[in-house]
């Protein structure tokens, strides 16, 4: 078995190659991520068996999936959450859990498929924190497409985790919904204490501040510590680690409004440089291609009921979109196929969804790594596909001036 520093090793030769790779392909129509993905197999114990994911590159790896939702929520406007687009991301994502249930209501009558609640919720999510990159990379995530897929991708992360907390949880549906209530009010007295620093003219504040621009970097070692905070009352509720992670990312926006793009570019370089690459290629290690081969039609089946449950409500959706306003335009036909494709796209949360079924033995090994390995052809395939659709990249609106922290 590899030693953990050979593991490291190949990890870290993997996140190197990747974008490397992703360069040289025209117009980097293929995501970076999917190769991290692709090194994955290839080094997994499925395939050549260099590496290994054990406790200590399995921490790594947590540290990168709180670090992508993190940013993901950060990146959320909550303005557009509570606006005329947030509200219709959110009844199209409740639409697309009961086409989910109903879906795999039938399949499962029929014997077809195992851990029916799992792979519902599984297939209404959203990768906004694998298309973050994507999107920054092809210049649309200022755009109304942009913030479009945002506000259907913080419904297609948050609306699945909580699902899965509540109908997977141990302790029934009465008592998840009141740990999370519990939760979610811990969760804002945490993100009291950044606002009160933040406001008030007090030494420490001062403290912070100064310390941001010195080795100290202590805007950075606070996020940190803010993840890290919202972790550990997560693992005490026994709630999932992708909510406390959306939610720091949701206070530090609170804490820091108007952007910072120093803090921002320290937080991208820790998270995209180590962390979130990590997590990627761990998550491409776990995959059993053998499994996925033997069964190339449930894989088929999986895609499709993707597209049909996530993908088809939302270009519905998109016909009655009008700004935020109710007085643009209504999107063309191709570009409410570009936000179906987008917000089709799913991984992080599938892993989540399966690992727990899987951990209940409500789900097989093999059908799990079909999903997955399904979530990531739809990473590899969907914001290609919808990258195509949209033709050349529009240039991106010019954002407002960031304050400091």
């Not at 008030?200 to 606070?222: D, K, M, P, Y």
């Not at 905070?229 to 990312?249: H, Q, R, T, Y």
Request: proline share 5%; charged share 15%; hydrophobic share 55%.
């Amino acid at each position: 078995m590899p030693s953990v520093g050979a593991s490291l090793f190949w990890i870290a030769l993997c996140a190197v190659v990747a974008p490397i790779v992703a360069g040289l392909v025209p117009r980097k129509l293929v995501p970076e991520v999917v190769l991290l993905l692709i090194g994955g197999m290839l080094i997994g114990p499925h395939m050549l068996g260099l590496a290994v994911d054990g406790p200590e590159i399995g921490l790594l790896s947590e540290l990168g999936l709180g670090m992508l939702f993190l940013l993901a929520g950060y990146e959320i406007d909550t303005d557009e959450l509570t606006g005329r687009g947030g509200r219709r991301a959110l009844v199209t994502w409740c639409t697309c859990l009961a086409l989910a249930f109903l879906l795999i209501g039938l399949l499962g009558l029929t014997g077809a498929i195992s851990g029916e609640v799992a792979v519902a919720i599984a297939l209404t999510s959203t990768a906004l924190g694998t298309l973050l990159p994507i999107l920054k990379d092809s210049g649309v995530v200022n755009t109304r497409i942009g913030r479009t897929v945002l506000n259907h991708g913080a419904f297609g992360e948050l609306g699945p985790v909580i699902a899965m907390a509540v109908l997977l949880g141990s302790r029934g549906t009465v008592g998840s919904l009141i740990v999370l209530v519990v939760f979610a009010a811990a969760a804002v007295v945490v993100g009291l204490i950044p606002d009160r620093v933040r406001r008030a003219e007090s030494r420490l504040a001062s403290i912070i501040r100064l310390g941001s621009e010195t080795t100290a970097q202590t805007t950075v070692r606070l996020t940190i510590l803010l993840l890290v905070s919202l972790g550990a009352l997560a693992a005490i509720f026994e709630v999932d680690g992708i909510l406390a992670a959306f939610a720091a990312g949701f206070i530090l926006r609170r804490a820091v409004p108007a952007g910072d793009e120093k803090l921002e570019a320290k937080l991208e370089g820790l998270a995209f440089g180590l962390l979130i690459p990590i997590f990627f290629v761990t998550s491409g290690m776990a995959i059993d291609v053998s499994a996925v081969v033997a069964k190339p039609g449930v894989l088929v089946a999986f895609l499709l009921m993707i597209l049909i449950v996530r993908g088809l409500p939302v270009f519905v959706a998109e016909r009655f979109d009008r700004g935020p306003d109710g007085t643009d335009e209504p999107p063309t036909l191709r570009q409410r196929g570009q936000v179906a494709l987008y917000s089709a796209t799913g991984l992080p949360l599938i892993v989540a969804v399966t690992g727990v079924a899987v951990a209940a033995g409500e789900m097989s090994p093999a059908n799990a790594s079909i999903l997955v390995a399904a979530g990531a052809i739809t990473v590899l395939v969907l914001p290609l596909a919808a990258s195509l659709l949209g033709g050349r990249a529009p240039a991106q609106e010019t954002p407002a001036p960031a304050d400091q922290l």
